[in-house]
């Protein structure tokens, strides 16, 4: 039995498709059992040398090794060097990626015809791999088709859709591509059924639960684009536009455009255009709703003067922390800026609100003394530890089973990672602290391989008062192997490359970005890219994700489709919010935390 | 290309020709993906090996002496870049899977360590010979799987089977394939059950 759950879970291991649980499961599996380690290993083994000698990858190897050397010998010296990347995904981790620049010499006619031949197989790759018909492809991690009565466990391959599949988003964003380029992103903890439209016709989706944001290509006379929910039909005919199933209704908001709104029971419409919302209640009601109000700010910027880190209020570490000093006016930017820029401009940043948000717990001199033991014993965590733990603490959800006690007595925060009870005590499998009162960069390191959990968290008192006044903190799956700078002290990057993101970089939203000019910038949003602006993001680590953004747990967050009342009410509403509408492509890489030099 | 051809190779390039260090990637490609494969903990990791190797041979290529060892030499810088690899992989020891990923790396290094020269060559015709010899529902399932790389997950939707039932028909038919690519002698069809 556990050698054909072994062989299960080493096939989903070889597509990188384990859940957190699963990976548990398999490591203990092979963990407890030499028989089955060394199955595993032999499977892996032979499974790679097979595919090895049997796979073709798309890009040939002398393609990547020409754009490779080319790379090396012409540095983007020029402001307007151009990068293109091109990546397929034929291997478990990896996008084998080609670099084209534009160049001050002339290309010789090998790495030209390279170069040539390239773009046409890549082209053809991707013509054959397309699919005339609509797709589901899966942002995130997981995600299941229902189609008659099999369930299909989707993963980063696109999955044709066929009418009458249920499509169901566990846990991330789910997104849905039609032929002409219309795109469904089903919200985490989503469901709907394709009504019609996966070949021709009018597109018709019905939501049963969670929400969708839609932007939709204008369709044909007669093709809208419909999209019903218990309470009422949305019709569409070219916007962008979120629909929610909620407890009150069905809500729907209009970015751009404009839409039909109408109760499924009958009677006119309503339309509800760009910047509007509308509710069809539960109750039969439908109506336009006044905008949400925006969080006002405690400060202004000018006007904004610390206060000292309490339960209450301020952020903690001294002033000039490399997370509380503002970016200089004109910073000394790294000389891939560019590059990297470029590159986590091509990903959409979400915030980590739910499963890999931090839950803060408060500890004073009443709260019990835990003895907390680390299966992992290093410089970070050396000999159990006594530690002021309150009763009934919980981690969350995600691979890493983390939280964080703010000891007020100490003046310290204790960074717990694998965090498990155990009887009274309490088991982790790695962890640290930082003082409250120093510059907010431990040695060794107490959280992410970048820093301190807390250092750059974005708490929900924040998005209450509408300023962050602080660096934020985010993790990317371009982080650079093999290099690190301050206030990072090691890296967990695995990728090379010059637009890889060193650990530790700090990226900044351009300041001269006037926020007020952008439509639809929600109140969560725009107090996070004013911090930005002002103080920019440290790269803190590798993550799974391409450009995440690390946030407290709010206390009251029931689930992914729950994040809390205050994210809630300023449009951070779901486990993996996308920070759309925050302009990425005007992002710039500091060459220091205090951008005073092109390089460390 | 025999030795003494590709130090012809190597010295064109080294005296100004670099259009033609294509050729040597070519001709080498096989060889240095086979060593490298049979010791690597992913197919990224491979890809990456690989390439690097040749970057590396490229950039030090001033330093080569033709004694007919390119290959050999190509080789050695994918030895050591596998090994700073795998002794990385095999210090992971936090998330699941980097342990999982640490434990292959472990038994990679293992081998590179005890082998001073590889003179390993998979036989791609006889494994091709092998998949051949499969019943065709197997050799559709092998060509999927290790050939298109495709995920379990759609395998398992389009052969209308579980996830569990597939995985264990490919391990069966990964078992069948290493047994009879490393035999010797004609290839006989190869039982291999799948449902």
Redesign the interface.
């Known amino acids: 039995m556990n050698e054909a759950r072994l062989d299960e879970l080493l096939e989903a291991y070889l597509d990188q498709d384990l859940t957190p649980e699963e990976a548990g499961e398999l490591r203990d599996l092979v963990e407890e059992n030499a028989a089955l380690r060394e199955r595993f290993v032999g499977e892996v083994r032979w499974h790679l040398r097979l595919g090895d000698r049997l796979h073709v990858p798309a890009i040939p190897l002398t393609a990547r090794v020409a754009a490779m050397l080319e790379a090396d010998e012409h540095e983007p010296r020029t402001a307007d060097a151009v990068a293109a990347r091109i990546a397929t995904r034929s291997s478990r981790r990896h996008k084998i990626s080609v670099r084209l620049r534009r160049r001050r010499m002339p290309m010789t006619p090998w790495w030209m015809a390279i170069a040539a031949g390239l773009l046409v197989c890549v082209g053809l790759f991707w013509t054959l791999q397309g699919d005339a018909s609509a797709v589901a492809t899966v942002r995130g991690e997981r995600g299941v088709i229902e189609r008659a009565g099999v369930t299909v466990r989707l993963s980063a391959q696109a999955q044709p859709l066929n009418e009458g599949d249920v499509v169901a988003a566990d846990g991330v964003e789910l997104l849905l591509r039609y032929h002409d380029g219309t795109t469904v992103e089903l919200s985490a903890g989503g469901r709907l059924t394709v009504i019609g439209g996966t070949r021709q016709g009018a597109k018709r989706l019905e939501l049963e639960q969670g929400g969708l944001l839609a932007r939709v290509a204008k369709q044909r006379a007669g093709e809208a684009l419909v999209v019903a929910t218990p309470q009422a039909n949305a019709t569409v005919l070219g916007t962008t536009f979120r629909v929610r199933v909620e407890s009150l209704g069905t809500r729907l908001v209009v970015d751009e455009g404009r839409i039909a709104f109408a109760k499924r029971s009958g009677g006119a419409p309503i339309e509800v255009a760009g910047g509007r919302s509308a509710l069809a209640g539960i109750d039969g009601s439908l109506a336009l709703v006044e905008p949400p109000a925006r969080a006002v700010a405690a400060n202004t910027a000018k006007a904004w003067t610390p206060e000292p880190f309490s339960p209450t209020g301020g952020r903690p570490f001294t002033d000039d922390s490399p997370y509380n000093l503002a970016i200089p006016a004109k910073p000394v930017l790294d000389r891939d800026s560019a590059a990297m820029a470029a590159r986590l401009a091509t990903q959409t940043a979400v915030l980590a609100l739910f499963k890999h948000a931090l839950p803060l717990y408060d500890a004073d001199a009443n709260t019990p003394v835990r003895r907390v033991t680390s299966v992992r014993r290093d410089r970070q965590w050396p000999a159990d530890q006594p530690v002021r733990v309150p009763d009934g603490v919980r981690p969350n959800s995600g691979s890493n089973r983390a939280l964080v006690v703010l000891d007020w007595n100490a003046r310290r925060a204790f960074e717990l990672y694998r965090f498990a009870w155990d009887g009274d005590g309490i088991r982790i499998e790695g962890g640290g602290s930082v003082p409250f009162d120093g510059n907010g960069v431990p040695i060794p390191a107490s959280g992410y391989a970048g820093g301190s959990y807390l250092a750059g968290l974005l708490r929900v008192r924040e998005i209450a008062q509408g300023r962050i006044p602080h660096a934020l903190a985010f993790g990317t799956s371009f982080a650079r192997k093999g290099m690190w700078r301050h206030p990072a002290q090691q890296t967990d990057g695995k990728l090379t490359g010059p637009d890889t993101i060193p650990v530790g970089a700090r990226i900044q939203l351009d300041p001269a970005l006037d926020l007020d000019a952008i439509p639809g910038l929600t109140p969560g949003e725009r107090t996070i890219a004013v911090a930005l602006q002002t103080y920019g993001a440290y790269c803190v680590g590798a993550s799974g994700e391409p450009f995440l953004f690390f946030c407290e747990l709010a206390p009251d967050a029931v689930d992914g489709a729950d994040t809390g009342a205050v994210y809630t009410a300023n449009g951070l509403a779901n486990e993996r919010t996308a920070l759309r509408h925050i302009p990425f492509t005007s992002l710039r890489v500091l060459g220091t935390w205090d951008g005073r030099a092109a390089a460390p | 290309m025999e030795p003494s051809q590709r130090d012809e190779v190597v010295r064109r390039v080294q005296a100004g020709e670099?259009?033609a260090?294509?050729l040597l990637?070519?001709d080498l490609?096989r060889e240095v993906?086979?060593f490298?494969?049979?010791r690597?903990?992913?197919?990224?990791?491979?890809?990456?090996v690989?390439?690097g190797a040749?970057?590396e041979a490229?950039?030090n290529l001033a330093t080569y002496e033709l004694r007919g060892t390119f290959g050999a030499w190509v080789k050695g810088f994918a030895r050591n870049l596998l090994r700073r690899e795998l002794a990385q992989r095999a210090r992971l020891?936090?998330?699941?899977?980097e342990?999982?990923e640490g434990?292959?790396a472990q038994?990679?290094i293992s081998d590179l360590e005890r082998e001073a020269d590889d003179n390993r060559r998979?036989d791609?015709a006889r494994?091709?010979r092998c998949?051949a010899a499969l019943s065709p529902r197997a050799r559709l399932m092998a060509q999927r799987r290790?050939?298109?790389?495709?995920?379990?997950?759609?395998i398992?939707?389009q052969f209308?089977q579980t996830?569990?039932a597939?995985?264990?028909a490919?391990?069966r038919i990964?078992s069948g394939?290493?047994t009879c690519a490393g035999a010797s002698g004609e290839v006989a069809p190869l039982q291999v059950d799948v449902a």
């Not at chain 2, 690597?40 to 990456?48: G, H, I, N, Q, R």
């Not at chain 2, 020891?93 to 899977?97: P, T």
């Not at chain 2, 290790?146 to 759609?154: A, H, L, S």
Request: glycine share 2%; net charge negative.
């Open positions: 670099r259009d260090y294509r990637v070519d490609e993906r086979g490298v494969a049979s690597a903990t992913s197919l990224e990791l491979v890809e990456e690989v390439q040749f970057v490229y950039r020891v936090s998330a699941d899977e342990v999982l434990l292959v038994s990679a998979d791609l494994i091709e998949l290790f050939v298109e790389q495709v995920p379990i997950n759609r398992a939707q209308k996830r569990a597939i995985a264990n490919l391990t990964r394939l290493r």
